[in-house]
């Protein structure tokens, strides 16, 4: 049993600095404990411990990224990990307002097509999708909703049908476009993430080349081809 964080990316701590932490000078060590991403660490563990989970996953801290071998594991792995998990906590730290904004908001999220950046964001699809129970969270970690309660709103913003929200994509008969086109507006930081992102959806494993570029949605798209036999990602 284990909760898991989905998130925004900001400045945050990676798996060598938390495991090291102990030896740092203190100077590195502060710096290190005044990142965003630290405090979203200890929040979140605290969210853990309250609702009585012993663990909790998280992707900056968890996944050992200079290791290849570990990190094409870990994508390879994630739907699994939040479909497994018992709670996915999603962080959404420009929120301010003590509910979640259910109205388009062009002022308060101007940068990110008038909702939370969360919405836009690539890897945030398939956790979304993939985690059964899915609360949100403001910027302060309080409880906002979670996805069963708001998905008719989540439909609104993400063009996800209100069924495949609450029930999740299993049994469901949909269309490789169909699913491509609720990724179609959203960017990651890395080109290559943009198919990698996508692999859990499709139910389909490829191995990991960064740098790759443009060639890794190339690979996705054969992938796909060869275990579904729908031809239709051709015409997203």
């Known amino acids: 049993r284990y909760a898991i964080l989905s998130h925004r990316w900001e400045v945050e701590v990676t798996f ?6 102990a030896k740092m000078d203190e100077r590195k060590r502060e710096e290190v404990r005044n990142r965003p991403g630290y405090q979203k660490i200890i929040k979140s563990c605290e969210q853990a411990m309250k609702d009585g989970y012993e663990w909790l996953w998280i992707d900056t801290c968890c996944i050992d990224k200079r290791s290849s071998a570990e990190l094409s594991e870990a994508i390879n792995s994630m739907y699994r990990w939040y479909q497994d998990a018992q709670v996915c906590y999603a962080y959404l730290n420009d929120v301010d307002e003590s509910a979640f904004p259910t109205k388009y908001n062009e002022g308060a999220y101007g940068k990110s097509s008038g909702w939370p950046e969360w919405f836009t964001r690539g890897w945030t699809l398939q956790e979304l999708l993939a985690s059964e129970q899915l609360e949100f969270f403001n910027k302060n970690w309080a409880p906002i909703g979670n996805k069963r309660k708001l998905a008719h709103v989540l439909e609104d913003i993400t063009t996800i049908p209100y069924d495949v929200l609450r029930n ?7 269309s490789v476009a169909q699913i491509m086109s609720w990724a179609a507006n959203r960017k990651t930081t890395r080109v290559e993430d943009r198919a990698y992102s996508l692999m859990g959806l499709f139910e389909v494993h490829m191995p990991m080349v960064y740098g790759e570029g443009k060639k890794a949605f190339q690979r996705l798209q054969l992938e796909i081809i060869r275990t579904s036999g729908d031809h239709g990602i051709f015409t997203w």
């Open 16 to 21: 060598k600095e938390m495991t090291g932490l």
């Open 168 to 174: 999740g994509l299993a049994g469901k008969r949909l």
